[in-house]
């Protein structure tokens, strides 16, 4: 019975120590798996990070080059209306001499026909 209890006694041993063993083993081996995650979640944030900054490079040349296209055709536009004013604002003066030259050209008439009159009666 002693040695029964002896062999029991060093089965139970046997067994913690065993236990105790697959403990650290499986504590060793979620460690290095948990290392293994961060590090590859850690890589995986970086090339995330990458290319978002790439996407954001991308966007930033899109939008600078959309804003040079509106640039140059807002300077046309505006090219053009400034022609169109000055078209108009040339076809408006020139009405306007035009209407005074005429204008003028009634009053030295009626003037002159004035003066023809008085001649003749002087005559």
């Known amino acids: 019975a002693e040695y029964m209890g002896a062999i029991q006694g060093a089965g139970h041993e046997s067994l913690t120590m065993v236990v105790s063993e697959y403990k650290e083993l499986l504590s060793s081996t979620t460690h290095k798996q948990q290392e ?35 640039r140059v055709q807002n300077k046309e536009m505006l090219s053009e209306a400034v022609s169109e004013m000055r078209r108009g604002l040339q076809e408006q003066f020139d009405r306007q001499v035009e209407e005074e030259r005429r204008s003028l050209q009634d009053h030295v008439s009626a003037a002159l026909q004035k003066e023809r009159e008085s001649f003749s009666k002087q005559i």
Not at 42 to 68: C, G, I, P
Request: charge should be negative; charged fraction near 40%.
């Open 36 to 70: 293994m995650w961060q590090h590859t979640l850690v890589e995986r944030l970086k090339e995330e990070s990458e290319k978002f900054t790439e996407l954001l490079h991308l966007q930033k040349d899109n939008f600078d080059a959309l804003q040079r296209e509106e």
